[in-house]
Every structure is written in C-alpha cells, then in structure tokens.
C-alpha cells in the first residue's frame, strides 16, 4: 500500500503479475475455483459483496490520486517556485486509468466521469468499486445469480467476513466451512452434482441443502441463533427464556423465545426466528428483483402466526436468509440489543460483535446444511485454518 501510495506504478506490468499471485494464492487457500468473475467479486470490499481481497490493478490509481490530493499542499511548500507548475506525469496515467475504472462500459460511454476533490482514497476507490459491482450484476446469467449478487451486497450480510477468528468465543470456522460460505458467495461449485438424502438432485452451488427438510442442518443452525439471541438478551440486562408455553391463546404455538422482564413500554417482548433460502424457488424470483425479499416475507408470515399471542407481550420476528440478508425487524432488534449490551459493558462495538456472531453461526449452519445432503455424510470436517 505504501508503494501504491508513493510511487507511480499504475501502469506497471508488475502489477498484474501480484495480482496473479494472488488470485491464485486465494484459490488455493479457500479451494474454490476462482473464475474471472468470481475472482472480480472476490476483490471487492466486503460492503460491495465481496471478500476484501483487493486487486492491486484497480486499487492503484485510487491510492496515487488521493496520495497525491492530500500532498498536494506539502509539495508545493516544499518545491522551489520554478517547479511549482511541472505537471506530475504520474498523476495523468493515474486519473487516466481510474477513468477507465470508474467508466460504466468503456465501448459505450464516451462521457469522461468526474474525478471526487477528495484526499480519502476510499472516496476515490468507491466509484471504481461500485461500477465493478455494478457490471457484475448487469452480466449475471440468471435470476439465481442475480439474488445472489444482491444479497451479498445487503447490510450485514457479509459480516461473517469481518468476525476475528477466536475459537473461545465460537467465531473460528473451520475449512469446511470457509470454503463453502466463500463458494456461496461467490457463486462457485462447492459440492459435486449428486442426489440428495432426500431423492432430489444437489447442484454444484449446493443450493439445495440450505433449505432441504430431510437435513440435520438446518435444525442447528436454527438453535444456534436462538441461543444466541437469548445469551444476548441476557448480557443486555434483560432475563429471557427458550419456547414458553401459554402465550398464544388459540393455537398453542410457542414462540422460540421471550424475556421474563418487560423489555419496552412495560411489555415483554417474545421473538420467533427463521432463516429462509434465499435461492428457495419460492423465494428466488423476489430475492432477483430485491435483497431481502424472503426475509420480508418470512417476517408477515411469522406475525401472521403468532398474531393471536397474550396481551401485554410484543412479538418480533427474526429472519436472516441463508445469504445473511436481514429482515428489517429482526435487524432493529439487533441494534436495540446491542445499544443495551453496550450501556452495560462500556464497549461501542456490541452491536457489531452480536451481528457477526449471528453471520457466523448462519454460515456454520449452512455448512452443515449442504455437506448433510449426502448420503454418507454425518458432519463437516473440523480441521480449522
């Protein structure tokens, strides 16, 4: 980074040659077949649906420019008036090579984009980023490919990705793991075409473990979050319990969970979570058009069922989808959970820290979810990274 700051290497052929590397390297370590679309995907930050491995090539000219834009001031006190005006050669193939970055189809567009008046690379690199996302997307092959690119480009999806790997704390995946939560990310085969436990036929994406009834994971992962949000209940100062009986009054249905203490307004507060596919054929179509799409639904479904529950108690469901897509309830929860945690244990980052282990947890699941649907097949393998 320091070089790509301070030196003007934009146009360097070295630069491609490290990147090479590696794109290799990635893909030798996550065991995933890194295809140039995948590999462009992989390079983006992770709040643009990528992996934050980033390609030297593009990142480039973004760092020179804001480098350049936050000296600018520094270098002129620093050269005589003589050299004041010599334009930097460097500067012009680095603006040169952004603009073809931040150009949206460069067969098409003859408009030129203009550069931000920024010294914050990040302002710089953003437009480049977004227009790689964008093009993306505009190129997916079809509808399931598309949800995918939309939701890996949804709030909190990729929080998985920033979680430190502790094993004390439950966050440390092992390779099993990794490999199939990148490959579903990215849209890389992670099983071998094959039929189900269930009779169905499992394609490469392994789509259909994530949501196949006859697996184990989906039990787990659905346990996992709820011990997970009652522990969290808990750390906020607020005693919660598993399945109550008795609060609805018609059906008999138990909530997943509930506090035993009013949590707002002087009411307790019940939730029931869920986490659908979103690549279901239910779903698909919807999670195509819009991120969040079988979140939303799974929300109006899990109120509509618990929609009988006993006065003095709100409820609130809880929908991630299996691509970490949040419901827009279930998120507002999480972030009041995490204000509270934070209150009592003075760290700012609370919130954070819940929302990355429910993305852990999710993708341990799904994990489990798509290595159950073979037949010969009790668990993920353990060795860890």
Not at 17 to 29: C, I, W
Not at 112 to 127: E, L, N
Not at 232 to 256: I, Y
Not at 346 to 371: D, K, W, Y
Request: include cysteine; proline fraction near 5%.
């Amino acid at each position: 980074m320091y070089l790509l700051r301070t030196a003007p290497c934009t146009s360097s052929p070295e630069l491609l040659k490290f990147d090479a590397v590696l794109r290799e390297s990635v893909s030798t370590t996550l065991n995933i077949d890194l295809g140039d679309n995948r590999w462009t995907q992989a390079s983006l930050p992770v709040r643009l649906g990528g992996l934050g491995i980033r390609s030297v090539v593009s990142l480039a000219p973004s760092a020179y420019l804001a480098s350049a834009a936050s000296t600018e001031e520094l270098t002129s006190s620093l050269l005589p008036t003589r050299l004041r005006d010599v334009i930097d050669s460097g500067i012009a193939t680095a603006m040169s090579a952004w603009s073809q970055l931040a150009t949206r189809s460069s067969t098409t567009s003859t408009s030129t984009p203009s550069p931000p008046a920024s010294p914050v690379q990040r302002v710089w690199d953003s437009q480049c980023c977004e227009i790689q996302a964008d093009l993306l997307l505009d190129a997916a092959a079809d509808v399931v490919d598309r949800a995918r690119l939309l939701a890996s480009r949804a709030p909190g999806s990729g929080d998985w990705l920033h979680a430190l790997p502790l094993s004390s704390v439950g966050l440390k995946l092992d390779n099993a793991t990794v490999r199939i939560s990148a490959g579903l990310r990215l849209g890389a085969p992670v099983v071998r075409p094959h039929i189900c436990v269930c009779g169905a036929m499992v394609t490469s994406d392994g789509h259909h473990g994530l949501s196949c009834r006859r697996g184990s994971g989906r039990h787990s992962r659905h346990n996992q979050i709820n011990d997970l949000l009652c522990r969290a209940f808990v750390s906020s100062g607020t005693s919660a319990t598993r399945e109550p009986q008795g609060l609805c009054t018609g059906n008999g249905k138990r909530p997943d969970g509930v506090t035993q203490i009013p949590w707002s307004r002087g009411r307790c507060l019940a939730w029931d979570a869920t986490c659908p596919n979103t690549f279901a054929e239910s779903h698909v179509q919807a999670s195509g058009t819009r991120a969040g799409s079988a979140a939303e639904a799974a929300e109006v479904s899990k109120a509509q069922k618990y929609a009988d529950i006993t006065a003095g108690v709100d409820f609130v469901p809880v929908a991630i989808e299996t691509s970490g897509t949040w419901g827009e309830q279930g998120f507002h929860l999480i972030r009041e959970i995490g204000r509270r945690i934070a209150e009592v244990t003075h760290e700012p980052r609370a919130t954070l820290f819940l929302r990355q282990r429910l993305s852990v947890a999710i993708q341990r699941g799904n994990a489990v979810c798509v290595m159950g649907t073979f037949r010969n097949s009790n668990t993920v393998a353990t060795s860890e990274l």
